[in-house]
């Protein structure tokens, strides 16, 4: 049966790592539209020229170019498990996605909702900087896509909550802690 699983929240809530560990731990494909997006800027593709400013402006990729990713990839998959990540992260997008998953009759099994405090997820941010060398993990574009998330992804937390799907996730703790508390959620654990 075709299943997906949607990760909400703001930048630096941890979403990435436990999307790809959920993941790989339910058989699911991981789809995370900021991926795609910095393979197309890695390999230089045209949509990789167009979105590298908007990406390093903070700013969100407009929403035919994200959708036409999506659709792509489901399009690709015959019985698609897929967590998407990053995905919707505005009202047209999940408006998109209701219609692709009732069109394809794929079960939505939540939203997880994973938040934690705006100065922790800056300072996570800021470290990821060091680490892995982001070239949107910086102050001013960190603040940039802080404000996008407020504007345009924070309205989906209600659309989720009115259709009874939003599960809110505590993503403060430790990275096994939080991973604990999606398997609770989802009602998966083993
Ligand atoms: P992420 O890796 O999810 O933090 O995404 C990095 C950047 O890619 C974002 O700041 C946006 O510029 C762009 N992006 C990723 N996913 C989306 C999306 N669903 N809609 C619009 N822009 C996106």
């Given at each position: ?12 809530a941890g979403k990435g790592t436990q999307a790809k560990r959920l993941a790989s731990e ?73 219609r692709l998953l009732q069109e394809q009759h794929i079960r939505l099994l939540g939203v ?48 989720y909550k009115k259709t009874g799907s939003l599960k809110e996730i505590n993503g403060l ?18």
């Open positions: 049966m075709a299943e997906a699983v949607i990760f909400l929240g703001p930048p630096g339910m058989g699911f494909k991981q789809l995370s539209t900021g991926d795609i997006l910095r393979s197309h800027v890695a390999r230089g593709t045209e949509l990789g020229k167009l979105a590298k400013p908007i990406m390093d402006a903070g700013k969100l990729v407009p929403d035919e170019i994200i959708l036409g990713l999506i659709g792509a990839e489901l399009a690709a998959m015959p019985d698609p498990k897929v967590i998407f990540d990053g995905f919707p992260r505005t009202l047209a997008q999940a408006e998109a996605l209701d997880l909702l994973v938040t934690a405090p705006e100065d922790e997820l800056v300072r996570r941010l800021l470290g990821r900087a060091l680490e892995e060398g982001r070239s949107d993990d910086n102050e001013e574009t960190i603040r940039a896509r802080m404000t996008e998330y407020r504007q345009k992804t924070q309205p989906l937390v209600d659309y703790g430790k990275v096994d802690e939080v991973y604990q508390a999606i398997q609770e959620a989802l009602g998966v654990r083993a």
